[in-house]
């Protein structure tokens, strides 16, 4: 992307966890960076290099057992933030030293993370949502580019900004979301492919570059957008059983994903029942 603002562009990833569970919530989170280059690869390469890892959230926790190296993952860019949240499993001193050398490393290749954002969608307002669209594409996209927006509204400035998402529920044709986001102005279409979706405009004076991406995580900014938003549904999930469990101790938890979130539904319909709990308000009609 063309940058005439000495070098500096702000970069937003993007990206979701739970589009496909019955249960549960969908999280969409979006990351903000300040950079020099839109390549972030050799910051990823050093950053591994001191064992914290940014990657595909789906590589870094497999659906079970420990929570802990994709807790390291998030835990350090939020400490860098200034956000902290009260972790599971990691340990204070690690989470304190490894977050200086992630500043260190920052630093040292003029790159800022100036944010990170979430969105959480639970299934009362996702069936609403369905209401509305014609798929869970649809609300996808539409989810994403609210919080974009959001993001945009916060951060605004002069410097133009690269926006990586990854592609929605493979969908190539962005051009009509983007014109129901940014109205009356003229947004050029780069390029449509299966592998990239590319579009530019300017927004109240500042060029933006949308790059809707196959494989998305592979650019560092939407895989911390994974990886925050993989973390915070599994953290509602742990919740989520436990409320369950407490109810029936002997029942298995669940992930929420179609075939097991039936067998779950199927275990709690009772207790559902007894408690007064609507379908609407527990289940995804996708």
């Given at each position: 992307m063309a940058n005439e603002n000495n070098g500096k562009q702000l970069i937003i990833g993007t990206d979701e966890a739970g589009y496909g569970p019955n249960l549960g919530p969908l999280v969409i989170s979006a990351t903000v960076?300040?950079?020099?280059?839109?390549?972030?690869?050799?910051?990823?390469?050093?950053?591994?290099?001191?064992?914290i890892q940014i990657g595909d959230s789906k590589k870094l926790y497999h659906g079970s057992g420990s929570l802990t190296t994709l807790e390291y993952g998030i835990m350090i860019p939020l400490r860098y933030l200034g956000k902290p949240i009260s972790p599971l499993n990691t340990d204070e001193t690690v989470l304190t030293k490894q977050t200086e050398v992630f500043t260190k490393i920052l630093s040292e290749n003029k790159i800022r993370l100036c944010d990170i954002r979430s969105r959480i969608i639970e299934p009362e307002e996702f069936n609403r949502g369905l209401d509305r669209f014609d798929s869970k594409g649809s609300l996808l996209s539409d989810a994403t580019l609210t919080l974009i927006a959001e993001v945009l509204n916060v951060h605004h400035s002069s410097i133009p900004v690269l926006i990586f998402c990854d592609k929605h529920g493979g969908r190539n044709h962005y051009l009509d979301l983007l014109t129901e986001f940014f109205p009356d102005l003229w947004i050029q279409v780069i390029q449509e492919s299966r592998t990239s979706s590319v579009y530019r405009l300017t927004y109240k004076k500042q060029p933006l570059e949308f790059r809707f991406l196959a494989k998305g995580e592979s650019q560092v900014p939407v895989a911390l957008a994974s990886m925050n938003s993989k973390y915070l549904r599994e953290r509602a999930m742990i919740r989520f059983n436990e409320f369950w469990r407490e109810k029936i101790p002997d029942l298995k938890p669940t992930a929420g994903y179609p075939e097991d979130a039936r067998r779950f539904k199927n275990e709690i319909a009772a207790v559902q029942k007894e408690l007064g709990i609507k379908d609407e308000t527990l289940w995804r009609k996708r």
């Open positions: 960076w300040e950079s020099p280059t839109d390549n972030l690869l050799p910051l990823l390469a050093q950053l591994n290099t001191h064992k």
